[in-house]
């Protein structure tokens, strides 16, 4: 073998070997809301992506470095969600997506992702037929049929009559839906229902109508924010309890990051829902003392907060199975085996088949632990429990 | 029948707290337009600031309540003037258009001031003690906080009136709505009446704003939220006068808690509908100058 | 109301008139991952143009003009969800539906005038989305209106990832567009309602049926702001409910008095600078980018009268005199 070619194959290994030894950065498009009215949910989110990088963002195989990049959608606007999420992928070539917190705008990156062949996990958004709009789909977050349908089954071994009070919107239109099916199948009577539009700020005729129907219980669903703060004053400035109908919901109802300002309205509210703040598990414990250090004592995580550290995890879980070399088919692949024992909501995993969320929901009751108002989880309703409504309507 | 007739007195009375309110929010917006000629949008960023000052003062200064929005009344009202020295009164010559691109940049700052000094969330309001609870009369039971709300805004309404129909600043603010040209020919210095009557009506905002905290939350996103509302009560009132928004956001208020209360699928519609028909009827406004 | 602009005797198009299209050519070679948000810029000035129309032109001010962008939008969309995803079909589906609205609204409302009318505007385009809310069915409520596939244009250019298509697409419907209003404008009745805007009384003096012209004004603009949603609609491939609130026209107000009102290229120049602007800051402060969007309108207030536009008009203005 001459000089020159031994030089030629030395020049080769070496720039294989260094193609090997460099540095690999995964790019991460994380589009959630910093302003306009939906700014405090995505606001939740973004806390919860930077506290999980600050906390394990080191925690890769070694030369793979991770990039997140931040955009704002400006809230329920599917046509800026669709193009940043066009930007992120043809402009800044990310590997994965994620946050979302509204459905609509998911409902319009799915079909990018399928072209594109990204892998996108929601946060957040939480349409119940966004999984099968993509196979690059994957949801961390929840569907409001998982808490409302076993919410209806348990509360009609309580009460027979129930009233339904919900944001008239589609997540609201889901809520109704799924708590009335539970709550009619096992024996419970419907006795009226309000939607509530979403421009409202006094919840107070709405709560008129349903102390004059006299029903034993209310069931309620806003969106997290001071429609449920509203709703909550209202039931209680109408002395609803005093007249023996109890409040139950989702827990949007009592969400964790605005339950001190409810006061002590709220106190005896039971409702379903896959995350407490409250919950005793260490795992929780860890993340609500970070949370504090980090944001403030006064603060609280709230459910987005762990919808956004459990996608970010399980996106490092595929990067680290992959070494860092991401295939998008491969990660999906990683995805629907995902399981985590310990997240800080329990044990959740990902449906193999449905690519939706697979988790506990809890029963809580809104108790004073401490001095502070807190949803205390008293039991679990449903075990690994996956999205009913999928199972109600299979595709044909 | 009897359990009716309790339903709508509730309604009533909440709609009354809710219109009052509105109307103490308002009621600047009518005089700045009406006098000033000026489309001020940014209205209820006075109102937000006022929900925001009171709001701290108590929660992060300890300070009682009614200290608190007297804080918010005048710590406003300076600032509005400040503003209108600085900002507003160069714009008085300009046209509609400027105005509103004006005032609307105004908005969008004020928003992200509020999202960088407080956070996102809504503020968290804890009423004194003596204002909880509930109000036994006429057979049922009235949340005190809305009671007080009726009863301070009256007051607040009636010194209002009486401050213009009988004191001398009053029959300037009035002559100078009619007729500014006359007025400023008759030695009126307009220009002063100007910044105390715009800094009176961004005081009012935000006595409102504090009041209303409870009903109306207080969040960085609050101007635009509301613009219409506020909007609203002003043009279906008439602009310039005091009654006009009275009236109409005491039916706003009271009309449109019935309508939820009554048929709750067109809640939302109401607002909206009786505007059109209302301004389809009298343009001008239930109690404004027919042009 | 002081704006630049109008009416003015020579149609004949300017060589400075070319600039715009180049420009939006050149943009296509040279920044192809800016595509997407090229195309919304299109689709904004089309809207613009048609704000400028009735608010420029007529001198109506109103804040529901997304009431018209948003029929066009839903009936693009449910067309393209329900029969066909043509999208020639679609434009026109969207135009004649919002110039129906357009035109009964119209008739009703252009009665009034000053705050009464932007009330009324405001009133319609609420309603406008409240239904829109409610009827889940048809619309997809709050969760909108997807999963609908727009087909090739002509058969031949099919929509991609890239937004290559929908750019090309868009721009090719803004040129008629704009070929449609530059000829109003300078027509006969074009004058009219410079009239009107100028000077009512005059208008009615001398007989001119103001209220038709006005209407039917505002049933073009209605008709073009159709044009433009059904445009989002298609290049977008989904419609949700924002298409129809009253923060995206007075978005679209800002935009328009930013560049410049009653002058076309206003409407070129406000949507392109508010939107790169938003763009860029939003990517560098994503939580504080509001506040650079307000700092900058209040400046452009202060400093100029008639926008954009206007200050480069004092500019040269001020050269001009500088070298006399």
């Not at chain 1, 990088?53 to 793979?64: I, Y």
Request: net charge positive; proline share 4%.
């Amino acid at each position: 073998m001459g000089i020159k070619s031994s030089m030629w194959i030395a020049a080769i290994a070496l720039a294989a070997v260094s193609g090997l030894a460099a540095a690999q950065t995964v790019k991460i498009g994380i589009i959630t809301t910093y302003s306009g009215p939906g700014s405090a949910q995505g606001d939740q989110l973004d806390k919860g992506f930077k506290l999980y990088l600050k906390l394990n963002g080191d925690k890769l195989p070694p030369g793979v470095k991770v990039e997140p990049i931040y955009r704002d959608d400006t809230g329920a606007n599917a046509d800026a969600a669709k193009r940043l999420a066009q930007e992120l992928i043809v402009r800044e070539k990310v590997q994965f997506l994620t946050g979302v917190v509204w459905t609509p705008n998911a409902a319009a990156i799915a079909p990018l992702t399928a072209e594109a062949k990204v892998p996108f996990v929601s946060a957040n958004a939480a349409g119940v037929s966004i999984p099968r709009m993509s196979p690059y789909f994957a949801r961390v977050s929840f569907t409001l049929w998982q808490s409302a349908y076993p919410l209806g089954q348990w509360a009609a071994k309580k009460f027979k009559r129930a009233y339904t009070v919900v944001s008239d919107f589609s997540p609201g239109h889901e809520a109704e839906e799924a708590f009335t099916k539970g709550f009619k199948e096992a024996g419970g009577e419907i006795v009226g229902s309000a939607r509530v539009p979403m421009t409202a700020t006094d919840f107070i005729p709405y709560m008129q109508r349903v102390r004059d129907a006299k029903p034993e219980v209310i069931f309620g669903f806003n969106p997290a924010g001071k429609q449920a703060t509203a709703q909550m004053k209202a039931y209680s400035d109408l002395d609803l309890g005093k007249a023996g109908i109890k409040y139950i919901g989702t827990g949007d109802i009592t969400t964790d990051e605005e339950l001190q300002n409810m006061g002590d309205s709220a106190l005896g509210v039971m409702t379903v829902h896959h995350y407490s703040a409250a919950a005793e598990r260490p795992a929780n414990k860890a993340l609500v003392a970070a949370y504090k250090k980090e944001y403030g004592e006064k603060l609280n995580p709230g459910f987005m907060v762990v919808g956004a550290w459990d996608a970010m995890d399980m996106i490092f879980h595929a990067i680290r199975e992959q070494n860092g070399k991401v295939d998008p088919d491969k990660t999906m692949q990683i995805f629907r085996n995902y399981k985590n024992p310990n997240s800080p909501r329990g044990p959740i995993s990902i449906d193999p088949e449905t690519r939706d969320i697979v988790q506990n929901e809890y029963l809580r009751e809104v108790r004073k632990v401490g001095g502070q108002l807190a949803n205390v989880e008293l039991e679990t309703v449903a075990t690994q429990y996956k999205d009913p409504w999928k199972e109600f309507n299979k595709p044909k | 029948m009897q359990d009716l007739l309790s339903s709508l007195v509730s309604v009533a009375f909440h709609g009354l707290a809710y219109g009052m309110i509105l109307y103490v929010i308002s009621v600047g917006l009518s005089v700045t337009m009406g006098l000033m000629g000026f489309v001020n949008l940014a209205h209820g960023v006075f109102a937000m600031a006022g929900g925001y000052v009171m709001l701290s003062a108590m929660n992060s200064m300890g300070i009682p309540f009614p200290l608190a929005l007297i804080a918010a009344f005048i710590a406003v009202a300076l600032a509005s003037m400040v503003l209108e020295r600085l900002l507003y009164s160069r714009l008085y010559t300009a046209g509609e258009l400027e105005q509103v691109l004006f005032t609307i940049g105004l908005i969008f700052m004020s928003v992200a001031v509020a999202r960088l000094v407080y956070g996102t969330l809504p503020q968290p309001v804890h009423l004194p003690e003596y204002l909880k609870g509930q109000l036994h009369f006429l057979g049922r039971d009235f949340p005190a906080y809305r009671v007080f709300l009726i009863v301070f805004s009256v007051s607040i309404v009636g010194l209002l009136w009486f401050g213009v129909e009988r004191t001398r600043w009053g029959a300037m603010v009035r002559a100078a709505v009619d007729f500014r040209a006359m007025a400023q020919s008759v030695g009126i210095n307009t220009s002063r009446l100007f910044t105390l009557t715009f800094a009176l009506g961004s005081g009012l905002a935000a006595l409102g704003g504090a009041l209303g905290a409870e009903i109306i939350a207080i969040q960085p996103t609050y101007p635009f939220e509301h613009l219409v509302f506020f909007l609203i009560v002003v043009a279906v009132g008439g602009l310039g006068s005091l009654r006009g928004p009275f009236v109409a956001a005491l039916l706003i208020g009271v009309a449109d808690t019935a309508c939820k209360y009554w048929v709750p699928e067109v809640g939302a519609f109401f607002i909206f509908i009786a505007t059109i028909v209302v301004l389809l009827w009298r343009p001008e406004g239930l109690f404004g100058k027919a042009a | 109301m002081t704006h630049a602009g109008g009416y003015i005797a020579d149609p004949r198009i300017r060589k400075i008139e070319w600039l715009p299209w180049v420009l939006a050519v050149l943009c296509y070679f040279v920044a192809p991952s800016y595509l997407p948000l090229g195309s919304y810029v299109l689709t904004m000035v089309i809207f613009a143009l048609s704000l400028d129309l009735i608010l420029g032109y007529g001198g109506i001010i109103t804040l529901g003009h997304s009431a018209y962008f948003g029929m066009g939008a839903y009936v693009a969309g449910i067309l393209a969800a329900r029969l066909t995803g043509e999208p020639l079909l679609g434009l026109l589906a969207g135009t004649l539906g919002a110039g129906l609205l357009g035109l009964i609204t119209g008739m009703i409302i252009l009665r009034t005038r000053g705050l009464a009318l932007l009330m009324l505007t405001l009133a319609i385009t609420s309603v406008c989305y409240e239904v829109a809310n409610k009827a889940t069915a048809l619309t997809g409520g709050a969760d909108g209106l997807g999963g609908f596939t727009v087909q090739p244009i002509l058969g031949l250019f099919k929509f991609d990832m890239f937004g290559k298509t929908a750019y090309l697409y868009c721009l090719v419907v803004l040129f008629v567009c704009w070929w449609l209003v530059r000829r109003l404008v300078y027509s006969p009745f074009g004058a009219s309602l410079t009239g009107v805007r100028e000077n009512n009384v005059r208008m009615h003096a001398v007989g001119s049926p103001v209220y038709q012209r006005l209407v039917t004004s505002y049933t073009i603009s209605a008709a073009l702001a159709g044009l433009a949603g059904a445009l989002l609609t298609q290049t977008t491939q989904f419609v949700g409910l924002k298409v129809l609130g009253f923060e995206l026209s007075g978005e679209l107000m800002v935009m328009l008095i930013l560049g410049g009102v009653g002058r076309i290229y206003g409407a070129f120049v406000g949507p392109l600078v508010y939107l790169v602007a938003q763009d860029y800051l939003a990517k560098q402060f994503p939580e504080y980018w509001y506040f650079g969007i307000g700092a900058m309108l209040v400046l452009v207030v202060m400093f100029a009268r008639g926008g954009i536009l206007g200050i480069i008009d004092a500019v040269i203005a001020r050269l001009r005199r500088k070298s006399d």
